[in-house]
């Protein structure tokens, strides 16, 4: 099964078969709403709307932990996540899609499934699926769309945009596009062995570029209205083309539990026994 998480502007995709709502409950609280599961393109899918119908959740509000603990209890193997963002160099142009593959998160919310008596620390130094991302690449590619492959995505709390410093900053510091939600998802599906790939929708030059007009909501939504469309497109694509997975996310867990099997509370085993369970057995 694959998942998508849609962000700002995507909270529905056409084309479902045998589509059905599933309500969850986990041990990190409520996801942003129900998952909605079927068909899409032969291939097991469920979707999921970050900010919830409506869009009601900040970034910072949005159940990140329930939304992929929720994915995990459905059985997703991979993840595409869709987001909006800022671009951070002239190269990239709004209504561009970027497939990053690094972050740089300055976030300060829940980004573990851990601690309560269990520790494990997995390797972040490649956070993106190399594999999924490949392959959302080439369709958009073949789609002719514009998009890039590779670059860092910063991400902030929001739900303000930047300043002028902080943006000529993050250029200072390397980063390509900027936005508010990626990096925790790409923690937590990596704690969850789950692959997991955002196409990131540009939709401004954030507030550093002197000659083109700083973000703005409306800028965002006006561009977005012609991103989304791209982005479900490619998604679609993608989902006709996947193979099995033949990377290593589904074991990035091995070996990375460092606390004593005899010292992990029971309740702690239990609460996330969908996602460590196999090791501790």
Same mark, same amino acid.
């Given at each position: 099964?694959?998942?998508? #998480?849609?962000? &700002?502007?995507? $909270?529905?995709?056409?084309?479902? %078969?045998? =589509?059905?709502?599933?309500?969850? =409950? &986990?041990?990190?609280? @409520?996801?942003?709403?129900?998952?909605?599961?079927?068909?899409?393109?032969? =291939?097991? +899918?469920?979707?999921?709307?970050?900010?919830?119908?409506?869009?009601?959740?900040?970034? @910072?509000?949005?159940?990140?932990?329930?939304?992929?603990?929720?994915?995990? !209890?459905?059985?997703?193997?991979?993840?595409?996540?869709?987001?909006?963002?800022?671009?951070? =160099?002239?190269?990239?142009? /709004?209504?561009?899609?970027?497939?990053?593959?690094?972050?740089?998160?300055?976030?300060?919310?829940?980004?573990?499934?851990?601690?309560?008596?269990?520790?494990?620390?997995?390797?972040?130094?490649? /956070?993106?699926? /190399?594999? #999924?991302?490949?392959?959302? $690449?080439?369709?958009?590619?073949?789609?002719?769309?514009?998009?890039?492959?590779?670059? &860092?995505?910063i991400c902030i709390d929001g739900p303000a945009f930047s300043t002028k410093?902080?943006?000529?900053? $993050?250029?200072?510091?390397?980063?390509?596009?900027?936005?508010?939600?990626?990096?925790?998802?790409? !923690?937590? *599906?990596?704690?969850?062995?789950? *692959? $997991?790939?955002?196409?990131?929708?540009?939709?401004?030059?954030?507030?550093?570029?002197?000659?083109?007009?700083? +973000? &703005?909501?409306? #800028?965002?939504?006006?561009?977005?209205?012609?991103?989304?469309?791209?982005? %479900?497109?490619?998604? %679609? !694509?993608?989902?006709?083309?996947?193979?099995?997975?033949? *990377?290593? *996310?589904?074991?990035? #867990?091995?070996?990375?539990? +460092?606390?004593?099997?005899?010292?992990?509370?029971?309740?702690?085993?239990? !609460?996330?026994?969908?996602?460590?369970?196999?090791?501790?057995?």
């Open positions: 099964m694959v998942g998508i #998480l849609g962000g &700002t502007g995507l $909270y529905d995709i056409e084309g479902f %078969k045998d =589509r059905r709502e599933v309500r969850l =409950r &986990t041990p990190f609280g @409520a996801p942003s709403g129900p998952y909605v599961v079927g068909t899409l393109g032969g =291939r097991p +899918v469920a979707f999921l709307a970050r900010h919830g119908r409506g869009h009601r959740l900040l970034p @910072a509000e949005v159940p990140y932990r329930a939304n992929i603990f929720g994915f995990k !209890k459905l059985g997703v193997e991979r993840i595409i996540s869709v987001n909006s963002v800022g671009s951070l =160099r002239q190269e990239i142009a /709004p209504r561009d899609i970027v497939l990053p593959a690094q972050f740089f998160d300055r976030t300060r919310r829940p980004n573990t499934f851990f601690g309560g008596g269990l520790v494990a620390h997995v390797s972040l130094g490649q /956070p993106v699926c /190399p594999e #999924l991302a490949g392959v959302l $690449y080439e369709k958009a590619i073949g789609l002719g769309l514009r998009a890039h492959r590779g670059g &860092t995505y410093a902080e943006s000529l900053a $993050y250029r200072l510091w390397g980063a390509d596009i900027i936005g508010m939600t990626a990096a925790t998802e790409a !923690k937590l *599906c990596r704690e969850a062995e789950i *692959c $997991y790939a955002t196409l990131s929708l540009a939709t401004d030059y954030d507030v550093w570029h002197e000659t083109e007009e700083p +973000v &703005t909501v409306e #800028l965002v939504l006006q561009n977005l209205s012609a991103n989304i469309a791209n982005a %479900k497109a490619v998604i %679609k !694509k993608t989902l006709a083309a996947l193979s099995a997975p033949a *990377c290593d *996310c589904g074991s990035s #867990l091995r070996n990375t539990i +460092v606390t004593a099997p005899s010292a992990i509370p029971a309740a702690i085993r239990k !609460k996330l026994g969908p996602i460590v369970g196999k090791y501790l057995r």
